[in-house]
């Protein structure tokens, strides 16, 4: 079985650039979830569809960040203008449920200089 | 507002001994915890979760203890070997809100 696919794999910007992320998640699995970890942190949610229905953007700091899923399936992630404190990696995962593990990519590494 | 919290940044541990990664929470409403383990320029992997009906879940070297009085889980690996070496998050979610809340992570060593 494939695994969650992410691309590109590092991205170097300059600050008020903007950037998209792609992600494809795996066959099947209806939840696709954003996470973004800073360096030295846990990952942390920015937003997660079910289906192509967004079901938690809280945290998602929506003046810059955008994120859609297209047909259920793959989802892009974009920032728009970036700032120096988006450096993180940008982890896109899936479930086949709505509630419990989640399976990871490698990630996306954003340099924001 | 951190709710989930790995207090021990590193730990370091010879091999063929035990490892105890330690974790707690805040939030009384969590009811399914996992942990992941993530190597360098990979994402996090899955390796062993337990349901808040359950006090302990075992599967081979890695044994997950929940102490729901306390707020406090354990991550258990024994015996320790070289390929361990990583850093391991604790997550936990709620059955209403879905999604997963990670600790800040701990790196862990296996020395030869």
């Known amino acids: 079985e494939a695994g969650v696919a992410q691309s590109p794999r590092y991205k170097i910007i300059e600050k008020r650039q903007s950037v998209a992320f792609w992600c494809n998640p795996i066959?099947?699995?209806?939840?696709l979830y954003w996470y973004q970890q800073i360096l030295g942190q846990g990952p942390k949610l920015l937003i997660q569809?079910?289906?192509?229905?967004?079901?938690?953007d809280s945290q998602l700091p929506k003046d810059r960040f955008s994120a859609e899923r297209l047909k259920g399936v793959d989802s892009t992630l974009k920032i728009q203008p970036a700032k120096l404190e988006d450096s993180a990696v940008y982890l896109c995962?899936?479930?086949?449920?709505?509630?419990?593990?989640?399976?990871f990519g490698q990630g996306t590494r954003l340099t924001v200089v | 507002d951190q709710q989930v919290k790995q207090n021990s940044p590193s730990l370091s541990v010879q091999e063929g001994r035990i490892s105890i990664l330690n974790c707690d929470y805040t939030?009384?409403?969590?009811?399914?915890f996992l942990w992941y383990k993530k190597y360098p320029a990979e994402g996090p992997t899955f390796l062993i979760s337990?349901?808040?009906?359950?006090d302990k879940n075992e599967d081979g070297r890695f044994t997950v203890f929940l102490n729901k009085s306390a707020k406090h889980l354990s991550l258990h690996i024994v015996p320790s070997q070289p390929g361990d070496s990583a850093v391991y998050f604790c997550?936990?979610?709620?059955?209403?809100?879905?999604?997963?809340?990670f600790g800040q992570g701990t790196r862990l060593t296996i020395n030869p």
């Open positions: 569809f079910q289906n192509n229905g967004v079901v938690d």
């Open positions: 337990i349901s808040s009906i359950k």
């Open positions: 939030n009384s409403m969590f009811d399914y």
């Open positions: 066959s099947g699995h209806a939840t």
């Open positions: 997550a936990a979610s709620a059955q209403g809100a879905q999604k997963l809340v």
């Open positions: 995962a899936s479930s086949p449920r709505v509630y419990g593990e989640a399976f």
